[in-house]
């Protein structure tokens, strides 16, 4: 017997039904502890409902019966799409252990350039509308790569330079809508010239019995979550992104051209950031203003954490987020602080990084206790062979 058939009946035989069905195990342990951080989530918030003298059940039910309804499904889609934007242009930069704490200044420079641009000239429709999405993910991935820049040739960390950034991005935003500039004074506000109607993207109605409109662009926040699941999942540049994230001097071992890999991560995660305002900007507000919702970028730091970075796990968090957006407004009617919203989605991301640990760890032992089990079944045929 030669040694390489000694090594073919010594090796351990991996059943293939033993991978998928570790791929169903850790889908559906992610989704229980899912639901686990939102009961811990809820009974914390009850706990401080009932602390503050207002019946848990009675505000919990106002809240869902409050979001449930058709006009509000539509708002809560609104505002998942853009939570879905910002979630994704970090989670590019987490799958490469970068930490993109500048979302929120790339994606406003970038809507006051897109808006200013889209005001100024008059496009052919189709043509204007792409323009503008264009010119916004430029802005945003120019801003994001200085990030990148800095990283690989100074050293710098990506969180010190991209929350430095977020503040010069907005004295620039200051500077720059100003009437001398691009601004037009309307009232008490400062904004950019409307964009034409060749610009704008018209809303669907998406929610059967709803008066609201769900965003046009909602379907670029598709394409965006399966273009990123497409990129991480089935290219060499995807790859390299995730072996890079897992260990940078494994990766530059490999082959992998490191500091290439910051930089256009960076780059990409910008040009994502730079969408985040397009459905509102495009189906809503037609410019840039001094009223421009801002914080987005934050908050998808926490909807990329909740949804693991996964495109299928962002849309539940960013809808979760969304809903709980809206349904807070009906706590103003019922005289309870909206802040009891805030609480729960802290608690339901502290709750839920603690529970993936958990389940994490769980996963990690069942499957060494798994192989170990068909490893000593292998044992005594080998003995006996």
Known sequence: ????????????????????????????????????????????????????????????????????????????????????????????????????????????????????????????NGLHQVAIILVAMAVGSAWAGIIGVLKVTRGVSEVISSIMLNFIA?????????????????????????????????????????????????????????????????????????????????AQASGVNVKRMVVVTMLISGAVAGLVNMPVLLGEAHNYSLSTPSGI???????????????????FAALLWGFLDTSSNILQITSVPSSVVSITEGVVVLSAVVAYELVRRYALARQQRRVGRELAQQAPAEVAS
């Open 1 to 124: 017997m030669t040694a390489t058939e000694v090594g073919r009946r010594r090796a351990p035989k991996i059943r293939s039904g033993g991978a998928s069905r570790d791929r169903f195990n850790a889908v559906l342990l992610g989704v229980v502890a899912a639901l686990v951080a939102l009961v811990i989530a809820v009974g914390i918030t009850s706990v401080v409902l009932a602390l503050t003298d207002h019946n848990p059940y009675d505000t919990l039910k106002a809240m869902v019966d409050y979001g449930v309804k058709p006009d509000q499904l539509a708002t809560t889609v609104n505002a998942a799409t853009t939570y879905y934007l910002s979630a994704i242009a970090v989670a590019v930069a987490f799958r490469m252990n970068l930490f993109n704490i500048g979302v929120d200044g790339q994606y406003q420079l970038a809507a006051i350039v897109a808006a200013a641009f889209g005001g100024q000239y008059a496009l052919p």
């Open 170 to 250: 907005t004295a620039i935003i200051a500077y720059l809508i100003l009437p001398k500039h691009f601004g037009v004074q309307r009232g008490n506000d400062l904004t950019t010239k409307p964009i034409g109607s060749s610009g704008q993207v018209g809303g669907i109605s998406l929610i059967p019995g709803s008066d609201t409109q769900v965003y046009g662009l909602v379907f670029l926040a598709v394409v965006v979550g399966v273009g990123f699941q497409l990129l991480v999942s089935r290219t060499r540049f995807g790859f390299d992104l995730r072996a890079t994230g897992r260990s940078t001097s494994a």
């Open 297 to 315: 970028g934050f908050t998808g730091i926490a909807i990329a954490l909740l949804g693991r970075n996964n495109p299928i796990g962002i849309v």
